[in-house]
DNA sequence: TCTTTGATTGAGACCGGTCTCACAAATAAG
DNA sequence: CTTATTTGTGAGACCGGTCTCAATCAAAGA
């Protein structure tokens, strides 16, 4: 006597028809709430469906319809509180305007993004909020307009890719606050990175992935150019054993007998790593170490020396991302954007003269 | 001469068809992997398929199969370092088992949360975490059991719902560390949470919503009055004025002439805040002030002093309720489960005798 | 050589919605 | 009172897959 036997007992606008005594169309009229029905059935459609307590299946809609209403977002890593931040306001934004969002992380490797992309695009997901891990491969973005599926870059930029961005001014933030070191009288700085070494070519020139950090490499190097430091004494240190983490990297620099001075984190996880070597090792902040770090993580006040931080609008990006998408999906057709959003350098107290 | 007009240009498996001169049947079994087909066709299918970038539809395919390969994950707040860390275990395992994760957040209250749970079901997930924010409104997570969707609870639990959960041994670590305190001397000893204050019922108890926090408030004054404390000396502070904030509860309980020389934080943003207050207002830590948090954040050893914390195996619990709910999802029948993961005292310098 | 068997393939229904179109009833205009 | 409109309803195609079932064909057994 089941009706369903495979598939889940849910109740199919066919049920609350034959149950309300109208046709298939008149029923999905009324609870699809599209096309004109009378008052009489409206109500007894309404009734049925209560009473058999109809839900309509979103799958089958986004099928006809085509929309999924639903957006994929691909960060690095959902643990790090820069994302978590961002991917909060992108999915307050997005249900705001009634989609949902599937979350997926690429743990920065290129290959984990591509197949989360392509997953998520078969999914049908109506658009896509991805920070790409390399700004060289990008094969798995370029036909993505084809498929009918929008994109944002979020604060990582692909100039070639011709897509909607949103970045902070990591550059001019990077030299800004490197100055700030510079004119402190700091001569031996260090920017330090969880980025991992990629080969450089033949050049030697460095070649980084991430977009953002690359940006801020090159703010810093250009800041302790113009302010007259030697190349050996602007250490750019990356992650250089992957496997073991950067924290020996970190360890490496702490070590050698000509340590920095002062040290630029790219990001709060890093600035946590240096703090907590430094305290190992004794080594006193702020008058022997100097630091500045990206993201306003929340803990950066609470720390003896409170740390310096250039606190990046994540929220803000977030919001302008998902917002600009929710655009792109609606049908706006304008030239792709590149939202340019600037941060702001919170003094505290880890940035003195060196001994 | 376009061909699809409001739909996506995607090809269909009806394309490839053509394009290889077989039936839809037989390109649908090569493409689909289902069914058998001669080596021949089978070629020549998939070459026909990647000349036209064919990419299969997974709606259509959950459509047909009752299947959507998604699971919905319903927490507090994402920016919450807890759940961020919570929700990466879980989209790990869900991947590694070929699903995608549907991502909400509750802000703990409890309509975002049953509206949550309503578009998610009707997204057609196969399955649900849930870390529901009040075990006393539970009419949205009865009837999910009819619907094909499984559910298992996450942190939280509501005995009366039988279903999987997991949960960390919140009142006996409670009890264990308020014991801690006691020994040290602590007689005046306070619980912080950001729970929102509820009226409490006819008999004046206390009926937390969340069943973690619920449970950790009763080891805390079990233990209290086993060690004779006072019940005016065992203060329960909750978030008294959610729109401001707990900041201001915080003050008010900090800034009263006997205010508490041992503090037990349920989480580590309250900790934080704690810790911020206490030094606003130059409370020596530890010696006027001892304090323990729940969770071990990532920045509690890098304070001065660093803070003895309540270490909950957060990434294993995720990885349980993951894998316990894709279990479920292919069809294990076994009794509903309560899982009890043990939490770990992380002895730090933020326990000391009261002066 | 004729039937049996097994391997492939094609036709078409189905999932649960949306949407077009034709038709009938009710109302307005001439 | 007839004709033109409007309004509400039903029949059925469609979205892009899966899946059942019958048909075809070649190899194998009688």
Not at 193 to 210: M, R, V, Y
């Amino acid at each position: 006597m089941e009706k369903k036997n495979l598939h889940s007992s849910s109740v199919t606008v066919a049920d609350v028809a034959r149950h309300a005594n109208v046709s298939k169309s008149t029923a999905a009229r009324v609870l699809g709430g599209y096309g004109v029905t009378s008052e009489k059935v409206r109500e007894r459609v309404q009734a049925s469906a209560k009473a058999l307590k109809y839900r309509p299946n979103e799958l089958a809609r986004s099928m006809t319809t085509g929309k999924s209403k639903t957006i994929g977002v691909v960060v690095g890593d959902i643990e790090n509180s820069f994302f978590g931040i961002a991917v909060r306001s992108i999915t307050d934004v997005a249900n705001a305007h009634g989609f949902n969002v599937i979350l997926a992380n690429s743990d920065e490797n290129f290959d984990v993004e591509r197949e989360a992309v392509n997953v998520l695009v078969g999914k049908q997901v109506d658009g896509l909020i991805v920070t790409p891990a390399s700004r060289y491969e990008i094969g798995h973005l370029e036909n993505l307009k084809s498929e009918n599926c929008k994109v944002v870059l979020f604060d990582r930029e692909i100039p070639s890719l011709d897509m909607d961005t949103v970045v902070s001014d990591d550059q001019e933030a990077a030299a800004a606050v490197t100055k700030q070191l510079l004119d402190a009288g700091h001569c031996r700085l260090a920017f330090v990175t969880a980025t991992e070494e990629k080969d450089s070519d033949a050049d030697g020139a460095l070649h980084i992935p991430t977009s953002s950090v690359g940006r801020r490499i090159e703010g810093f190097l250009t800041a302790c150019n113009e302010g007259g430091i030697a190349r050996e004494d602007s250490l750019i240190v990356l992650n250089s054993d992957p496997k073991a983490g950067l924290g020996v990297s970190i360890s490496k620099m702490l070590d050698q007998p000509n340590r920095p001075t002062a040290i630029l984190a790219s990001d709060s996880h890093v600035a946590l790593e240096i703090f907590k070597q430094a305290q190992e090792r004794n080594i006193e902040m702020p008058s022997q170490l100097s630091l500045i770090a990206f993201h306003n993580a929340d803990w950066t006040e609470v720390t003896r020396p409170a740390i310096t931080v250039v606190d990046q609008p994540v929220a803000q990006m977030g919001r302008w991302s998902a917002e600009q998408l929710i655009k792109r999906i609606e049908g706006c057709t304008e030239p792709a954007l590149r939202h340019v959003m600037k941060m702001k350098v919170i003094n505290r107290q880890s940035v003195v003269p060196p001994a």
